[in-house]
């Protein structure tokens, strides 16, 4: 193949030398054959046409377009294919002196005058041709491209991950035979759920691509934060090996919170629809590991009209470190999901054998 890319240029520049005024450059990709054939712009008014004969005997034809795009035909056999895509840059054959092949590599790098062309071809011979990060070749389909945007999508590039974004999260527990909890289970653990909000922010992530866009590996970093609204008048009190609750007759809390904040990193199967995450159906399933960086219990109750809060910060004995499955579906930036606790709330023995579990929706960033 390298020797099809430097023999073609040279020998072209050898044979137009004296009555071509300008070069075109073509890249044709047939079969697991890749040819780089110069194009000649002939001086005077003749109508531009140029037939190149290939060592397999087949034709291609190569035409202006009254619309200023190009017209290429190839004849292969009883097949005819047509192709029809805007101008290639124009090179002078002054350019041609300036031909470099880099063959250090795994992949062939041509420079051709102002032009920049990558040959790459994998362990399973399947090609790839870049020309000036417009035009892609890859497995023998020619797709021509003007910004960067568009390279990217008909590259099939990496794909979107579904993990950075901002999520609120409805909290709740269940109990040890798998079923939501009741004040039968803990009386000083029974939800306010209206209070029972969480919040997720999620800042970094990076996708591990499997198939193209549309299968891949996500992990990220993330902080998780877990509100749990108590619903009876009780102080949570915590000892070094138990935490419970002990009914306070003295107050009467407005707002009875415990409250649980962790760094979290994900593991997650991601697939997509399409390329265009703006119109692309995705579904993830993994787990997330997570580390606790704060906790704490807040009050707020009223006296002779006056408020006053109260703000313990300690463990409470919540798991240091937690992990929960995951799972979520969702449409362009948005995202349905929920979490099953795979480590209960608390260290184990040292408070009720409840298992966290959550529902959210999520705005990607």
Not at 219 to 243: A, C, E, I, M, P
Request: aromatic share 10%; no cysteine; proline share 1%.
């Amino acid at each position: 193949m390298k020797t099809i890319l430097l023999s073609a240029a040279m020998f072209t520049f050898g044979f137009l030398g004296a009555q071509v005024k300008s070069t075109e450059k073509q890249i044709i990709v047939e079969g697991k054959d890749t040819t780089t054939i110069i194009n000649d712009l002939l001086e005077g008014d003749f109508k531009r046409q140029t037939i190149i004969r290939t060592a397999d005997k087949s034709k291609m034809t190569i035409e202006d377009l009254a619309d200023g795009n190009q017209k290429q035909t190839i004849i292969r056999g009883g097949d005819t294919t047509v192709i029809i895509s805007s101008k290639s840059d124009k090179i002078s054959l002054d350019d041609l002196g300036d031909l470099e092949i880099d063959e250090k590599s795994d992949s062939t790098k041509i420079k051709l005058g102002k032009m920049k062309i990558v040959v790459v071809e994998d362990k399973d011979k399947k090609k790839k041709v870049i020309i000036d990060e417009k035009v892609i070749v890859e497995n023998d389909e020619i797709v021509t491209n003007e910004n960067e945007e568009d390279l990217k999508k008909s590259k099939g590039g990496k794909g979107e991950g579904h993990w950075s974004g901002f999520g609120i999260t409805a909290n709740g527990f269940l109990n040890a035979d798998g079923k939501v909890s009741s004040g039968t289970d803990s009386y000083f653990l029974q939800q306010d759920y209206a209070r029972s909000i969480g919040f997720n922010f999620n800042l970094f992530e990076k996708r591990f691509p499997i198939f193209r866009e549309y299968v891949g590996l996500t992990t990220g970093l993330g902080w998780q934060w877990n509100r749990y609204g108590l619903k009876n008048n009780v102080d949570v009190v915590y000892s070094s090996d138990s935490t419970y609750g002990v009914e306070n007759t003295t107050l009467d809390y407005k707002k009875n919170v415990l409250r649980a904040s962790y760094i979290q990193v994900p593991l997650l199967l991601e697939f997509t629809t399409n390329s265009d995450n703006d119109k692309a159906w995705h579904l993830s399933a993994g787990v997330v590991g997570g580390i606790r960086v704060a906790s704490s219990w807040k009050t707020k109750w009223e006296t002779d009209g006056k408020t006053s809060k109260n703000k313990d910060k300690s463990t409470y004995n919540f798991q240091p470190f937690q992990a929960y499955a995951t799972a979520m579906i969702g449409y362009g930036d948005w995202s349905l999901y929920v979490n099953y606790g795979l480590t209960e709330v608390f260290e184990k023995n040292k408070g009720p054998k409840f298992s966290p579990v959550q529902a959210g929706i999520k705005f990607d960033f």
